[in-house]
């Protein structure tokens, strides 16, 4: 990281400061206080990112795959080299507990780079013979410039996973991370530079959605937009995206089901693996499992256990290795998070353990830390039952039998992620087959293959990023006729 707490923009393989020379401020939500500034970048600074990542366009899209790949692995050496260092701003500049981030997000980063970089080199093109006598063939060009936008909850995770592809492909990029959790794409932004990427390849613009987020999508130069956010944004971004026919993939919100069947094995590890599936990173995961639905012969039994565990969870300082959670990520998404339990309240909701806010001792006294909190008595209609509320709350209701559990699963307005518990094999086919989601895990939570489709159906977006997939939407096709 840089010496000065102010962090800068990459462009033109620079480091720079915003065209304005205004900053936000950066806050360490465990303690409040704010200790570090970002770019409050412009269209100015949007529009000097995108002219350096054209003229940077042709030289990059016709290297040798082999080559971006040896630089994007480069710069993973060199991230995984810093994993500390990572580690730690991350928990800062997040609330994340520290042994999260060395566990989860920064390994992870690391994966999406060398996973993108193995697999453009591995890529084949697909080939139609006709019988009559000709032969076509497809050819995948990069795009051009490409946008890639992404949230505060897994920063430099969610970061990697889009411009790896993007840039794997043959794709100059202008990113921008989230202005509430900018430090470890900047340090990763100067890293590149030690990589030895030419000027313009890979360029990031920091600032605030409405502004710098809102000047990438509208650029015209632009080809491309990746997402990664709320479902609100995703929907002006796609209203902003589609009158100039730009290619959008956006990866939005969930309200996920986590299904506990009598016949589960409910082992101590099965059962620890729930709980995480609604409470790690704070519930602030887009995975997480926030609605519980267990089965009705099993109600009583299974919410005694769970909750047991769930009062075991130690809320404290990220930056202690006991802590299992941190704190929420800004003071208006704890004042938000409360709202939703107060809401809860509103509605007939029985508090079952947390509901409240936490002020760990010591130096985290002013941070915004809220206890583990499970609700049940609360119908699946309700607005608790159906808005994301993103945080570490977990709502329990009962089901009878398996299409009550597909109904109620179903019934609500996002379709990312369910998680299904279950001995019987045939059960698990059948309702993988009904749960209209875009990944369903049996018997687990969070296994991720970098090679899966990854993304949501109804509003939790549009597309599939990974793998292939994400190959694909980072390339255009091309139908290559040739008549012998
Ligand atoms: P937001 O939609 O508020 O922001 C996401 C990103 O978009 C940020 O970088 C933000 O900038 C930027 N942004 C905001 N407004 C605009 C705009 N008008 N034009 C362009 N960019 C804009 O989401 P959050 O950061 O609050 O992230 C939480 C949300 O992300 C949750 O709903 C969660 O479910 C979802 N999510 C989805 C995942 C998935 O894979 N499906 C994974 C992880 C999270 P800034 O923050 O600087 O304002």
């Given at each position: 990281m840089?010496?000065?707490?102010?962090?800068?923009?990459?462009?033109?393989?620079?480091?720079?400061?915003?065209?304005?020379?205004?900053?936000?401020?950066?806050?360490e939500p465990a303690t409040g206080v704010v200790f570090a500034h970002c770019p409050d970048s412009t269209a100015a600074d949007v529009d000097a990112a995108v002219k350096s990542a054209q003229k940077a366009a042709p030289g990059w899209a016709s290297m040798?795959?082999?080559?971006?790949?040896?630089?994007?692995?480069?710069?993973?050496?060199?991230?995984?080299?810093?994993?500390?260092?990572?580690?730690?701003?991350?928990?800062?500049?997040s609330g994340k507990p520290v042994a999260l981030a060395r566990r989860l997000d920064i390994p992870r980063a690391v994966s999406?780079?060398?996973?993108?970089?193995?697999?453009?080199?591995?890529?084949?093109?697909?080939?139609?013979?006709?019988?009559?006598?000709?032969?076509?063939?497809?050819?995948?060009?990069?795009?051009?410039?490409?946008?890639?936008?992404?949230?505060?909850?897994?920063?430099?995770?969610?970061?990697?996973?889009?411009?790896?592809?993007?840039?794997?492909?043959g794709n100059t990029v202008v990113a921008k991370p989230s202005e509430i959790t900018p430090c470890t794409a900047a340090l990763l932004g100067e890293l590149s530079i030690e990589a030895g990427f030419p000027p313009g390849v890979l360029n990031i613009v920091q600032g605030r959605g409405p502004t710098t987020g809102q000047a990438i999508v509208e650029h015209p130069a632009i080809k491309?937009?990746?997402?990664?956010?709320?479902?609100?944004?995703?929907?002006?971004?796609?209203?902003?995206?589609?009158?100039?026919?730009?290619?959008?993939?956006?990866?939005?919100?969930?309200?996920?089901?986590?299904?506990?069947?009598?016949?589960?094995?409910?082992?101590?590890?099965?059962?620890?693996?729930i709980v995480?599936?609604?409470?790690?990173?704070?519930?602030?995961?887009?995975?997480?499992?926030?609605?519980?639905?267990?089965?009705?012969?099993i109600y009583d039994s299974f919410r005694e256990r769970y909750l047991a565990r769930v009062k075991a969870l130690r809320v404290g300082d990220p930056e202690e290795a006991s802590s299992d959670l941190g704190a929420l990520v800004?003071?208006?998404?704890?004042?938000?998070?409360?709202?939703?339990?107060a809401q809860a309240r509103d509605e007939g909701g029985q508090i079952l353990i947390g509901g409240h806010a936490l002020s760990p001792t010591g130096r985290c006294a002013e941070g915004w830390f809220i206890?583990?909190?499970?609700?049940?008595?609360?119908?699946?209609?309700?607005?608790?039952?159906?808005?994301?509320i993103f945080g570490p709350v977990v709502t329990l209701i009962p089901f009878e039998d398996e299409a009550d559990a597909v109904a109620i699963a179903n019934g609500t307005g996002y379709g990312l992620a369910a998680s299904l518990w279950t001995t019987d094999l045939s059960r698990a086919h059948r309702m993988g087959a009904q749960l209209d989601f875009g990944i369903v895990w049996i018997n687990c939570w969070l296994l991720r293959d970098l090679r899966t489709p990854f993304g949501g159906t109804k509003q939790s977006g549009v597309g599939r990023e990974g793998g292939a997939e994400a190959l694909r939407f980072f390339t255009e096709p091309r139908n290559i006729c040739i008549r012998y």
């Open positions: 840089m010496p000065s707490t102010r962090l800068a923009n990459l462009i033109d393989g620079r480091l720079q400061a915003p065209v304005d020379n205004r900053w936000l401020d950066i806050h040798p795959s082999e080559e971006r790949a040896r630089l994007i692995n480069r710069l993973a050496d060199l991230v995984e080299a810093r994993l500390e260092e990572f580690a730690a701003l991350e928990s800062r500049d999406n780079l060398r996973f993108f970089a193995a697999a453009i080199i591995a890529w084949d093109s697909e080939s139609h013979a006709m019988e009559s006598g000709a032969i076509n063939y497809t050819l995948r060009r990069p795009l051009g410039v490409v946008g890639c936008i992404s949230p505060w909850n897994l920063p430099l995770y969610l970061f990697t996973w889009k411009i790896a592809p993007a840039l794997a492909s491309a937009v990746s997402f990664t956010g709320s479902t609100r944004t995703g929907a002006s971004i796609a209203a902003t995206a589609a009158p100039q026919f730009k290619k959008v993939s956006l990866e939005l919100g969930g309200k996920n089901p986590a299904i506990v069947f009598a016949d589960a094995d409910l082992s101590d590890q099965n059962l620890d693996t995480r599936s609604g409470f790690a990173n704070q519930g602030e995961i887009c995975l997480c499992g926030s609605r519980l639905l267990v089965q009705r012969s800004s003071r208006e998404h704890f004042d938000k998070v409360m709202g939703c339990i206890a583990p909190t499970v609700i049940d008595g609360l119908p699946n209609e309700t607005a608790t039952n159906q808005q994301e």
